[in-house]
């Protein structure tokens, strides 16, 4: 720890007074809690322009907005525009996008102040307020344009997520396990706290985990092992927000022809990972265990990822198996806990949103199967192409997520086109 002390003109220029700075963690300038600029700040400006920010050339890393006229600037050393901007016009209050940190400048000191703070979920609460003017843009009956841009939206998950670029591509569930965690945390959301998201998309489950002797060991050694109390099975309850389907695995061999056989297999077999009995072994570095999952309660919308691609050191393989599945009425009372099935009335989920990965790992494509609710029939959209879709021709794609809505009373007479 350095310790120093210098000599600084007090605000009014009459008279010096001592500011004493130490470098080191946890301590802080003593102008932070007392800048005399707060007053400057235009209020209306940290509602932040997107449009603007994306239209100037700059990474998004060391981007710094002047929260007097909302112009943005690169760095805020002595040679920065933000550092001569500040001079020139006297605005002095910046915001670093990535830290969230206020600064003074051309003194170059951090702002403490908890009127400049935002909410909890800081700038994450950004991208809550662009997806709802997305959400809000989608369904107005009075939109004058027939498509929707979701560039601002876009432009909030840059920022929010900092190692990604405007142009990244991301894993779709790795996307939306990011998003719906951002969103949940941006609205207050903790793991004891509930917010929307977890009202709508939470679930919860059993997990009996039991954990497995090294299997090089001598048969003995192994049975001594299995009498202890660390390898009995262990009961414990955990929530999710989606279901993790694993696939089987691709075969390896051609038919006669010499085409690869695309396997096939129905919905309710992958999903018996969860009825209570299927036990599946799970490798860590240093352990092994058998686990085996089943559900106690489900969400009003059910998210299902089915595990198509396999990870190593030296690439990533893509299981092709289609998964043959119902559009609507699939019911999953038979995954529920004897007492679930008690409590838990209408455990019957139409399809909603259907989300498809063509092509290889790494340079495949997306599609997405919409259901209008209104009219009951499916449409295809790709980038800015939308299309009819057959509901039959939704189950022959390989299908990555999907999105299912649990039957309200009424619905069980209903009967989608197709179903």
């Given amino acids: 720890m350095i310790a120093g002390v210098k000599r600084e003109r007090d605000v009014d220029g009459d008279e010096e007074e001592e500011v004493r700075v130490k470098v080191g963690r946890g301590v802080?300038?003593?102008?932070?809690?007392h800048c005399p600029y707060l007053d400057t700040i235009n209020r209306s400006v940290l509602d932040f322009d997107f449009e603007k920010l994306c239209s100037i050339s700059l990474s998004h890393i060391n981007v710094y907005a002047c929260l007097i006229c909302g112009k943005y600037f690169q760095g805020r050393g002595q040679k920065s525009h933000a550092y001569i901007h500040s001079v020139q016009f006297a605005h002095h209050v910046f915001l670093n996008l990535h830290t969230l940190k206020f600064y003074c400048l051309p003194d170059n000191y951090e702002i403490i102040?908890?009127?400049?703070?935002?909410?909890?979920?800081?700038?994450?609460f950004l991208l809550v307020q662009r997806f709802g003017e997305l959400m809000r843009k989608l369904w107005n009956p009075r939109n004058f344009k027939a498509h929707v841009s979701p560039h601002e939206m876009l432009q909030a998950v840059v920022l929010c997520e900092y190692w990604c670029t405007e142009y990244c591509v991301w894993d779709a569930v790795d996307f939306l396990s990011w998003f719906l965690n951002a969103l949940h945390g941006a609205l207050g959301g903790t793991k004891k706290k509930s917010s929307i998201l977890t009202k709508v998309f939470q679930g919860s489950m059993r997990i009996f985990s039991k954990k497995l002797p090294h299997p090089d060991l001598p048969a003995e050694e192994k049975e001594a092992l299995l009498l202890k109390d660390e390898y009995q099975e262990k009961m414990s309850e955990s929530t999710f927000l989606y279901l993790t389907l694993d696939l089987p695995t691709a075969p390896l061999y051609k038919d006669e022809k010499e085409q690869l056989i695309i396997p096939q297999v129905p919905l309710f077999n992958i999903l018996a990972k969860f009825n209570g009995n299927n036990e599946k072994e799970y490798k860590t570095y240093k352990e092994n265990f058998l686990k085996r999952f089943q559900l106690t309660k489900l969400p009003p919308y059910l998210i299902f990822c089915i595990k198509r691609f396999t990870k190593n050191n030296f690439f990533v393989e893509k299981n092709p198996t289609i998964v043959n599945f119902p559009i609507t009425n699939v019911d999953l009372r038979e995954y529920l806990t004897e007492e679930a099935q008690v409590t838990e009335k209408i455990t019957t989920y139409d399809l909603v949103a259907n989300v498809v990965h063509d092509g290889k790992p790494t340079e495949g494509s997306y599609r997405i199967h919409v259901l209008h609710h209104g009219t009951g029939k499916w449409y295809e959209l790709?980038?800015?192409?939308?299309i009819d879709i057959l509901p039959q021709m939704i189950t022959l794609s390989e299908a990555y997520i999907q999105i299912w809505k649990r039957q309200d009373?009424?619905?069980?007479?209903?009967?989608?086109?197709?179903a």
């Fill in 28 to 33: 802080e300038d003593r102008r932070s809690r």
């Fill in 113 to 124: 102040d908890s009127s400049i703070r935002r909410p909890p979920g800081d700038i994450m």
């Fill in 382 to 386: 790709q980038d800015l192409q939308v």
């Fill in 409 to 418: 009373k009424d619905d069980g007479a209903e009967n989608h086109t197709g």
